[in-house]
């Protein structure tokens, strides 16, 4: 074989050599390009093209400092449990990939891009558990949305609130009842403002909202017949009111935090009432935005009939009953000596002795701590009392709190039980006894009850009458 023969065979042996070479690189190596957009969808099924990814890769990292769009930050591979939640999810996620969804670049000459996909893979499984969650709430929230739309929501009996996501007992409202199992969410109803005039000209010609539920800086100094009404009421020896008050609001809130009014504020008034028993009103009442309760009254062991949640307490001296530390208490003061006690209460405690024994310390939050109007007072004796009896009962006084300090309200638990008697609903005597309330003639039941129903029949309140009702 002569020389030239040799080379040509050589030169052919590499030739193939290389060709074979270089088409095993293009099958297997894949070094020396990136993988098409074809060929990820095919090696992943559901991940995303890669110019995709760095189309929306900036909102990713955008969110995981500001969670201002939620919606574009959630995982978008979660199961699907109605029509409704799935158009969300089609419309809200569509376009965000999650962490399945990054495209493995195995090129080395592209590493640094690699290190910042795993980056945001690693985020994105560190704020997954959150970002579910909060996915789900606002599924949730869309579903109820889209329900409300189409009237498949479950109104309740006599309410015009809400109740609570999560409420299981049965419910009944003046007599009718509504399905076990959690509550279909309510819509809230558009702001029925009981103080708006033209509801009602018997109301519009008592109701004085000029007057604050509570008292402060703006009306420390009360004007003559309202002081020296209240000074007589259960005989007051220190004369300085203005004095008096400028001691407490050292350590207490001197404003009228009810003035604002760009919500709408939905409360409950609990009274005491035996009627209470066996209501089932409890999930009803705490679907409120405030829930006023009043005196000794318990809530452990009856919140299936009067709930378990409250936001103010009203209370006397002679009256206190330990409230915990998210609850205001309301100090409702017949005489200069009760906020004199307040004030020695929440510090000394030098003051063990009103007209009766009293507790001299008492655990509250002081900026909490607010103290009844006088001057509502007196015209809840006067206008709305007709001057029966020598003072309006605190139940009463807890009505009137709620309309200068609320847009809506609802009354529970006043007025006798079925039976007839005025007993207390924590009370185990089967509903007989009647109360100290229809006997010592420091308050006039019966007027009082005639004011509470005429506000129900006039649309101002909502009167709930539980057991008495059936």
């Known amino acids: 074989m002569n020389y030239f023969k040799l080379r040509t065979l050589v030169i052919i042996l590499i030739l193939v ?3 074979f070479l270089f088409t095993y690189i293009y099958i297997n190596g894949n070094y020396f390009r990136l993988p098409t957009e074809i060929e990820i969808m095919k090696q992943s099924p559901g991940a995303l093209p890669l110019k995709v990814f760095n189309q929306h890769s900036h909102r990713i990292v955008n969110n995981i400092s500001s969670l201002g769009d939620k919606k574009q930050f959630q995982i978008g591979n979660q199961e699907q449990d109605s029509n409704t939640s799935e158009k969300y999810e089609e419309n809200h996620l569509k376009d965000i990939p999650n962490e399945k969804d990054i495209p493995i670049i195995n090129n080395a000459q592209n ?3 690699q290190e910042n996909l795993l980056k945001q893979q690693q985020v994105l499984k560190q704020q997954q558990q959150q970002q579910l969650n909060t996915f789900q709430q606002e599924k949730q929230e869309h579903i109820y949305k889209q329900q409300v739309e189409t009237g498949e929501q479950q109104h309740l009996v006599g309410l015009n609130v809400p109740i609570n996501k999560g409420n299981t007992a049965t419910k009944t409202i003046i007599g009718e009842t509504v399905a076990n199992g959690p509550p279909k969410p309510v819509a809230p109803q558009p702001c029925n403002r009981l103080w708006v005039k033209g509801k009602s000209k018997w109301f519009d010609e008592r109701f004085n909202g000029a007057i604050s539920s509570v008292w402060t800086r703006d009306n420390i100094r009360q004007s003559p017949d309202v002081t020296n009404w209240w ?3 259960q005989g007051s020896k220190n004369k300085d009111v203005v004095g008096v008050m400028e001691s407490a609001f050292k350590m207490i809130p001197d404003v009228d935090v009810y003035k604002d ?4 504020r939905r409360c409950a008034v609990v009274g005491n009432s035996g009627n209470l028993r066996g209501s089932k009103y409890g999930s009803h009442i705490d679907a409120h935005d405030m829930v006023i309760r009043m005196n000794e009254a318990p809530v452990t062991n009856f919140e299936e009939d009067v709930g ?3 936001t ?3 209370m006397y001296p002679e009256s206190f009953f330990n409230i915990k530390p998210d609850v205001h208490f309301v100090l409702v003061s017949f005489k200069t000596l009760d906020v004199e006690w307040l004030v020695s209460a929440m510090t000394t405690g030098t003051i063990k002795r009103t007209w009766r024994p009293v507790k001299n310390l008492i655990k509250v939050n002081a900026s909490l701590v607010q103290i009844y109007n006088p001057a509502l007072m007196k015209q809840a004796h006067e206008v709305w ?6 003072y309006p009962s605190t139940g009463l006084l807890a009505i009137m709190f709620a309309l200068h300090a609320c847009d809506e309200v609802d009354v529970y638990g006043y007025g006798a039980n079925k039976i007839g008697n005025w007993d207390h609903y924590w009370q185990n005597d089967g509903g007989r006894g009647n109360s100290a309330f229809r006997k010592t003639g420091v308050h006039n039941s019966d007027v009082e ?5 005429k506000l129900n029949s006039e649309g101002i309140i909502t009167l709930h009458m539980g057991n008495a009702h059936k």
């Open 231 to 233: 000074l007589k009421l």
């Open 308 to 310: 378990y949640r409250e």
């Open 111 to 113: 590493v640094h891009n």
């Open 312 to 314: 103010h307490r009203l």
């Open 385 to 390: 009392n007709l001057k029966h009896g020598r």
């Open 449 to 453: 009850k005639e004011i509470y129903t």
């Open 17 to 19: 050599m290389l060709s």
């Open 261 to 264: 009014r760009s919500t709408c």
